[in-house]
């Protein structure tokens, strides 16, 4: 069955269309219909319960790379990880990746991603040049940043029609290596002092905290990309079947060993990028640790240092509770989630109404402040907060494809 | 690379182009065929494609293709089901396609190819036993095999290779009504194999991925009367 990475909720799909190439590409006369690529959201955002999915992964071919300017156009289905497989040996990297390099490009588009140097970079889209959409009435139109329809795709959730290409501005990039530094820190003082500093002179910045701990101790990790002599790291671990072993003894556990393991490899190192952008691909369907119900992630950008106090007091444990400031860049979507303030992380295995209440308080949380909720990662937001969250949402809506739509959507909106 | 369009081939092809080779890329669909060379000229391959469909005037093809070092033949339809089975003009195009262009594109090439060639053609685990699932598409595929089994002993000494590629299940287009199971491959891991099996020199049947072999020497030895009972 056909899942997101939450594994929460599950959905059966009328069809499942699997696309294979731009040329002649035809979409289903009867909706409703959601493209979906690796399926890297969390909640419900890639699925269409009861409709059809359109499955861009066969569209997985590149169009073309001018090395002179780094642009690169791609179809929809080509994943981040293959584009830096065979770009990072030429010197680019993707301007804009999150935690995993199995995301598709059409999906980084949709959602509008944001990475560790949200703070230089932005978000993904405003890293594209340009795009193809495919609507449901059969017209493909070739859209740039300027054009209302392209700001109502980025960040669009799939809902305005299907990507079928894009171009992306690639980074250039000295070597495969980053220089990291990983400090450990006690309190949100020390938090936001580091942040501080760290974004004024680092590429990549973000912080790992132990919500167990007294001291609300963590670490924070800031890097470049550099130059310097670097291994690919081999072999990779995979988690062959459902092993519910996220609970409260071994979040306890896993984070006290986490923190010391950091503090141990010390403060400074060289490390290949993909441990350093990517440390949870190193071990396959690592969400099936979360048991067969699935897990629940939360993530949400309160505007003020205070809001991120009290979110963070208020936190349940979570092996993998993640903290960043997000810089002042304006993100080019209507629906965008990124903004100024700072954004808040965490993963909950789903044990049913306590995992939700859990959930409730932290977004009222994040409401009282005027934050928002990022739809890849909800399964559960209502209706309210989302209008909320997306002031814009309005203008976004005259630019729906009458054909497509979502769990999400429709859970969503009213 | 001759149905350079099929999953199969692409995936090869990746990797051939990723290594700079030069490909030449033959397929019917002029769209399809420029959106897989524009994905190999972007992984570094140099790439020159000619629209030709297999089925058709093959003396006049392999007067185009010059002596390749490595022939990659990999067109094949499977087919549907219910027509295959009652439909003779459509049986017979099947077989045109998997085996009597196959043929002769290799009669015409075979004399042509310089010594340390090698020939890779895409065969079928459905070809090492007839199967009602599979019907006449098995049927091509044997013939495919028992075809390339006598050019292999015919090329001896020539130092002209001859791979019988089988693949088991792969998710590709051509299988996308079949439902999914743990036996399936990817194009990918295919394409791997065949790149594989091609560096190493082998000049024999390659099971894709091997395990294959264990299955399908299984599956032959089940007698007769067992077997025509069977559902799979």
Redesign the interface.
Known sequence: MTESWGRYPQARHAAEVRLNWRAGLTLPVVGPMLPYGQGRSYGDSCLNDGGKLLRTAGLDRFISFDAESGSLRCEAGVTLGEILRLLVPRGFFVPVVPGTKHVSVGGAIANDIHGKNHHRAGSFGAHVRKLELLRSDGEAQELGPDDQLFQATVGGLGLTGLITWAEIALRRIPVAAVRMEAIPFAGMDEFLSLSEESDAEFEYTVAWVDVLSRLQRGVFFRGDHAAGAIHAPRGQAAVPLDVPAVNALTVRVFNAAYYAAQKLAGRSRLQHWDPFFFPLDGVAHWNRLYGRRGLLQFQCVVPTPEALRALLSEAPPSPLTVLKRFGPARSPGMLSFPRPGFTFALDLPNRGEETFAQLARLEALAMEAGGAIYPAKDARMSAETFARSFPRLGEFSAHLDPAFSSSFWRRVHR | MLGATS?IAQAAARIWA?RGEELLLVGR?P??LE??A??L???GGTVETVVHDLDRDQAGLVGRVGAPDVVLLAQGVFGDASRRDRDPEYAESILRTNLISPVRLLTLLAPALPPGSCIAALSSVAGDRGRARVGVYGASKAGLDSFLSALRQRLQGSGVRVLALKPGFVDT?MT?SLPKTPLFASAAQVGRGIVRAVDMGRDAVVYLPWWWRLIMLAVKALPEGVFKRLKF
């Open positions: 999953a990723e669909d769209q399809k959106a897989v524009a994905d000229r972007t992984r287009p996308a």
